[in-house]
């Protein structure tokens, strides 16, 4: 196997850095490869973020000089989170991916954020069109792409099962959970009048991972807990939890997510309610391993169900547990080697 260079755009501690980066690169060390992983924002950064605080100057700078002196250093063969240099133009990063071979890894559409900026509006593009491979993790990004570059593979953010082979008791009240960041909060936020009309009706608790902080930000009128995320704790928290929740806007950003948390319930044998958008139609198997809920009715029918009608959340837990298999890192990790060893030739 060869030897790999991984530029992602955070520590193991961005959730998109360590589950499409990191996870991968131990399985490529341990087949036999060496992969080295350069990341551009540090801890510092991340946390920063998540508690809605500006990054200083210092920060950013260092983030930048670290990044520079990872490209003087890396191997011929590199594997890129979106891109080397962030808000930075293409004819900049351009100089460095000289006679080099590069892979793409997208699992966002990051598009949006560069749209109106006259010298970043075509960036990803032109990466896109000159790179040796690209990875995405959802249809909305194959689509998006796939006229770039016929070198194109759809690898789903994947997860380590193993994690979920411990059974945990369930929370004695009934709990919904939803995972994220402080950054993708929002989404409860925009549902709010939907999870308070689903409060009026059931007795449940929503808990929330990400930050403990984000309490300051409780939708009144739902009974919520917040849990400041933690690797060694996310798994015991989603396994004690009874339904998974992922509701999104209608927008090209959320139809370009890769859903990730869908997975992740679904690991932890939860059936999920989640908004038809994008990613989320994919994974949601709908009536068997949870439901696909748009309006505010179809999310009290669903919610109704999956509380009241024991033997038919049984039945979607396992199917769920069971669906999870298509999404491990165990069959993945054999076809994103073959990807990259072929790209790489």
């Not at 919904?176 to 009309?197: D, F, N, S």
Request: some cysteine; aromatic content about 14%; hydrophobic content about 45%.
């Amino acid at each position: 196997m060869k030897e790999l260079t991984m530029f992602t755009r955070y520590s193991a501690l961005g959730a998109s850095s360590r589950y499409r980066f990191f996870l991968y690169a131990d399985r490529w060390g341990a087949a036999g490869g060496q992969a080295t992983i350069f990341n551009f924002f540090d801890d510092r950064y991340l946390r920063r973020l998540y508690q809605n605080q500006k990054a200083g100057f210092f920060s950013i700078l260092s983030a930048y000089l670290r990044r520079f002196r990872a490209l003087l250093r890396g191997g011929d063969d590199w594997l890129i989170e979106y891109e080397l240099l962030p808000f930075l133009p293409y004819r900049l990063e351009k100089i460095f991916l000289a006679h080099r071979r590069y892979i793409l890894n997208f699992d966002d559409n990051v598009w949006e954020k560069y749209q109106g900026k006259r010298l970043l509006s075509g960036k990803y593009d032109a990466l896109a069109r000159h790179a040796a491979g690209i990875i995405v993790a959802n249809d909305f990004l194959y689509e998006r792409l796939s006229g770039l570059n016929k070198n194109i593979i759809k690898i789903p953010t994947a997860v380590d099962l193993d994690l979920y082979q411990t059974d945990k008791p369930k929370f004695d009240q009934f709990t919904l959970v939803w995972i994220g960041t402080p950054v993708t909060y929002l989404y409860l936020e925009k549902h709010a009048a939907i999870l308070r009309r689903l409060a009026e009706k059931y007795d449940f608790e929503l808990l929330v991972i990400a930050r403990k902080a984000l309490a300051e930000r409780r939708i009144a009128g739902v009974k919520m807990r917040f849990e400041d995320w933690a690797p060694e704790r996310e798994t015991e928290l989603l396994l004690r939890s009874h339904v998974g929740i992922m509701p999104l806007t209608d927008d090209d950003f959320s139809r370009g997510k890769s859903a990730f948390k869908l997975i992740q319930y679904a690991a932890a044998g939860l059936p999920a309610i989640a908004s038809p958008v994008g990613e989320n139609v994919k994974i949601v198997e709908n009536c068997r391993t949870g439901f696909l809920a748009a309006s505010e009715n179809e999310w009290l029918e669903a919610l109704d169900k999956l509380i009241n009608d024991k033997r038919l959340y049984s039945a979607m837990a396992a199917a769920a547990r069971e669906a999870s298999a298509d999404y491990s890192i165990r069959k993945y990790f054999p076809v994103f080697r073959d990807f990259v060893e072929n790209s790489a030739k």
